[in-house]
């Protein structure tokens, strides 16, 4: 596989994954409000359900719309990250592995793929490229030094 057709693969994982999570942030902001989620996040011991609440919020939505767009994606990936994180350790951990259960796995498929995004970045299609392509024109050329 040429480095090209791996660069479009992950812009399309990238693509999705943030759909998902924008999904699940705007399922929370206007199906569940931010007093359901509070409620939810007390129920089940998250520590300072109030602020966490506005941070899980804030993460899926915006940090998914970023990985869509492809801006900061290795940034944008780390606050999604975090919350597959603890929804692993709070939430779905004690249910065993499949998902089917309440288990782990989709969870955990979520985390792996932002981490993969913090390492790989964002792939094809991602407004990150034409920000590093500006910022490597801007710099001038170098120039060897003569002896």
Known sequence: MSKGNSSVG???IRA???LVFVAHGLQKLLVYHYPGVVASFQKIGIPAPGVSAALAMAAELVGGLMLVAGFY??????P???TMFVA???IHFHN???AQAGGFEYPLTLLVA???FMVSGGG???LDNLRVKRSLEAMPPMRSKAA
């Open 114 to 116: 932002n981490v993969a």
């Open 96 to 98: 065993g592995f499949f």
């Open 80 to 82: 999604v990250a975090f």
């Open 73 to 78: 994606t290795r940034l944008a990936a780390i």
């Open 124 to 126: 094809a299609f991602a």
């Open 10 to 12: 992950l812009g399309i």
């Open 88 to 90: 692993i350790g709070q």
């Open 16 to 18: 999705m994954v943030g």
